[in-house]
Every structure is written in structure tokens, then in C-alpha cells.
């Protein structure tokens, strides 16, 4: 009992020993001057960013805020400018990035980004995420961004009066899946909603962590699972099955392909959580009662994450208002006015769960107690070149279904992006 008690309080001290760190450092923060913020999402009052810009400029109201982007919106279009501002040494103060290795390798092997670790220290962060995702986060002995909303991949949606009608239930397994499929066929339903090659790519991730497991999915990305391995073959032999009970035609986007499937089209649509944000706000559906979800197939215990959030280029204009951005970002009080509008939850596990809907207090209990790995499509655990050659890999699987090829096509793009077994 004394022992526990002991360990007890030396948490408590840890804990507030960092609490004060990070009000040292904000109350020695005098940050002032025009800030500039690089981002793809939209801009202007309501926006989930604009009310994150409101609580910097509460607390730092010195600080002027400029957005910089593409000139035409676009996501795209503003990967491409940061790219070229960042090779030509004309960094915003903060950028945007999906956390992991898709934007972040190359600034971290280009020495262009700033390791925020003392950030970490200074604000408590490691105390409040979760340990699996700071281990994601972290790559070479460094922090180098700011988680702000996290989604999940992992998951299968459907409409629970549908299945009712149909007299299915959600599959917990592929397996389950196989057996259910036929039935729903016969009534003429087509089982599993699939739109383009992108979606189809989304798919494969979520049946590999099934096939897999957690602990071979991530040996995959460090070089301890052959690519060429009867455990990897073995996915390509799962997605083709599945790809039986699927209309690859159905449609362009998986917008198109949730509304399908309210519409009864579909029995089911494996796609991530940024679907319920859709479905509530654009087709004003409630969450549990006219569309419901469960984990994809053989993943339950497992949160398939990936983020957005923001880094710190070296030789920014503004680094003091910078840092004072980071903070807000990854701050309780930030997350939770931006995450609510954003249709994500947060990286902390503190997080005020009654300013959620009921999706996502769900997603942040899972994210709470869940093993929680990192999406290859979003970019969390391979790098930009890898994903744009998957889906070069995913075009010729589904027109010629040979998981053999497919296994030895991403064999190669591993071992040229680095990951050699």
C-alpha cells in the first residue's frame, strides 16, 4: 500500500511539475507580428481553423494571422506550393502535415523541420497522448509536429434498419463476411460499396491489419515481415474474395458510394470515420440510429489512426509566434473547439467528451484504450512515393486479380522506399 501510495504521488508531481513548465513557457511568450500559417482546409468565419485562429488570438492577441495556400483550394495544389517554398527556403511560420512519414520524412532527411520534443516536455503532451501515438509520431530520435484531429481508417459502416430487413449482421470477421455475402446477394443487394481505385486502396489497409494482426502490420513498415511472405500473399488473396461481393463501378467517389448505401444499394462501405462527419452533415443523418458502424472486419481491439497536424519548418520570419500556435494547437481547450467542427476527435486523452456527438465519444473511448497503429493511405507509416506507387499496384490488381504479382510489385516499391526485410 505505502509503495503504491509513493508511486501515486510521484505521479502527481511529474505531472505537475510539466503542467508548470508549460505555464513558464507561455507566460515567458511575448509572441507579436504577422504569423504565417500554411493549410489546405478552408478558411473564414465558422470554419473549424477560424475558431482555432480565435483561440490564438485570445490568448496572444499581439499575434496577426495570414493564410497562405494554393491559389485554386485545392489540397493538391498546396502540397505543391509548400514543396516548392520549402526547397526554395521560403517557409510559413507552420505548416501543415499529415502526421507520419508522407510529408514529414522528406523535411526530416532534408534537416528542414524543427524537432519539437522540448515543446512535448514543456506542455505535458507525453502525458496526455497515448503512447502509441507518440511512438508513431516520433522518427528519428525526434517530435516533429502537432497532432490536431485524429480520424480512424479501420472502420465498416452500414444502416441498421437495412441489415434488420435484410436479416444480416455486422460481420466481425472476413470470414463472416463470406458467409453473409450470398444471402444479401440473393435478395439483390450488392454486399460491400466500393468507389475508385482510392477506396479500393483504403480497403486493402483494413483487410491487412485483419489478415496480419497489429504486430505484423507494423513489422511490415520496419523491415521484419517479408513482403513476398505467405502472410502478405495471403491479404491479396483475402481483398480478391471480397472483391467478388463489390460493383467496382458504383461509384466515382465514396461520397457517392456512402450515399448509395443509405439509399439500400449497398449492404456495407469500409471507409473511415470522416464518412459520419459526411453523413451527419451533409445528409443530416443521426449517428446510431439512421446509419451505425462497427470496426472493419477482424480488427476490433485495434484504432487504425492517421492525423493532421501542423511542424515547424527551421529559419521561419515568426518562430515565437510559431511556437505560440503549437501550443493552442495541441492544447485541450483548442482541440476541443476544433475537433467538434472538424468531425475528429482529439490527440489527448483528457479531452471533453460532452462537446462530442455520439460517433465520436465512441471513437475517442476506442482511441483511449484501443492498440493503435498507423494507416498506410494516410500517410502515417510510408512515405509519399510509396502510396503513389501502391495505387499503381491496387490499378493492375484489380484488373488482373494476381496476388502473387501484387506481392512481389510491393516488394519493390519497399525495398526503393528503404524497407528491406
Not at 509520431?137 to 434488420?164: C, E, F, H
Not at 507494423?218 to 523491415?223: D, I, M, R, T
Not at 445528409?283 to 492525423?307: C, H, I, K, Y
Amino acid at each position: 500500500m505505502t509503495i503504491h501510495y509513493r508511486r501515486l504521488v510521484a505521479i502527481g508531481l511529474i505531472l505537475m511539475m510539466l503542467a508548470l513548465g508549460g505555464a513558464v513557457l507561455r507566460a515567458q511568450m511575448q509572441p507579436s507580428g504577422r504569423l504565417e500559417i500554411f493549410s489546405w482546409w478552408p478558411v473564414g468565419a465558422g470554419t473549424a481553423l477560424d475558431s482555432l485562429v480565435k483561440r490564438l488570438e485570445s490568448r496572444y492577441p499581439q499575434v496577426d494571422v495570414v493564410y497562405a495556400s494554393a491559389k485554386d483550394g485545392s489540397e493538391a495544389g498546396a502540397r505543391a506550393v509548400l514543396k516548392a517554398r520549402m526547397q526554395e527556403g521560403e517557409p510559413p511560420d507552420c505548416i501543415q502535415v499529415p502526421a507520419g512519414r508522407e510529408l514529414i520524412g522528406p523535411w526530416i532527411a532534408a534537416d528542414r523541420l524543427e524537432d519539437l520534443s522540448a515543446l512535448y516536455q514543456s506542455e505535458g503532451w507525453s502525458a496526455v497522448f497515448p503512447k502509441d501515438l507518440i511512438r508513431l509520431l516520433q522518427t528519428d530520435g525526434g517530435l516533429w509536429s502537432v497532432p490536431v484531429a485524429i480520424k480512424r481508417s479501420n472502420l465498416m459502416w452500414y444502416v441498421p434498419a437495412n441489415l434488420m430487413k435484410w436479416g444480416v449482421t455486422p460481420p466481425e470477421t472476413w470470414k463472416a463476411f463470406f458467409q453473409i455475402a450470398p444471402r444479401l446477394r440473393a435478395q439483390g443487394v450488392v454486399p460491400l460499396a466500393l468507389a475508385s481505385n482510392w477506396s479500393a486502396c483504403h480497403l486493402w489497409e483494413s483487410v491487412a491489419l485483419a489478415v496480419l494482426g497489429p504486430d505484423k502490420w507494423e513489422a511490415l513498415w520496419n523491415g521484419n515481415l517479408d513482403w513476398m511472405s505467405e502472410d502478405v500473399i495471403l491479404v491479396w488473396q483475402v481483398l480478391s474474395g471480397i472483391l467478388e461481393y463489390t460493383r467496382l463501378d458504383a461509384a466515382n467517389t465514396w461520397q457517392e458510394a456512402a450515399h448509395s448505401m443509405i439509399q439500400g444499394r449497398f449492404a456495407f462501405f469500409v471507409m473511415g470515420d470522416w464518412a459520419a462527419a459526411y453523413m451527419v452533415a451533409t445528409l443530416d443523418l443521426r449517428p446510431g440510429q439512421d446509419f451505425g458502424w462497427s470496426v472493419a472486419p477482424g480488427t476490433n481491439g485495434v484504432f487504425m489512426f492517421l492525423a493532421e497536424a501542423f511542424g515547424l519548418p527551421k529559419g521561419v520570419a515568426n518562430r515565437d509566434a510559431a511556437l505560440a500556435w503549437l501550443t493552442v494547437v495541441g492544447s485541450r481547450e483548442g482541440s476541443d473547439t476544433f475537433n467538434p467542427l472538424k468531425g475528429a476527435i482529439s490527440a489527448r486523452l483528457d479531452s471533453d467528451l460532452s462537446k462530442y456527438n455520439a460517433y465520436s465519444r465512441i471513437a475517442a473511448r476506442d482511441f483511449a484504450r484501443d492498440r493503435i497503429v498507423g494507416s498506410l493511405l494516410h500517410g502515417v507509416v510510408a512515405s509519399e512515393d510509396f502510396m503513389n506507387r501502391f495505387a499503381h499496384v491496387m490499378e493492375n490488381f484489380l484488373e488482373r486479380r494476381n496476388p502473387l504479382q501484387a506481392a512481389r510489385a510491393m516488394e519493390i516499391i519497399a525495398k526503393e522506399n528503404g524497407i528491406v526485410y
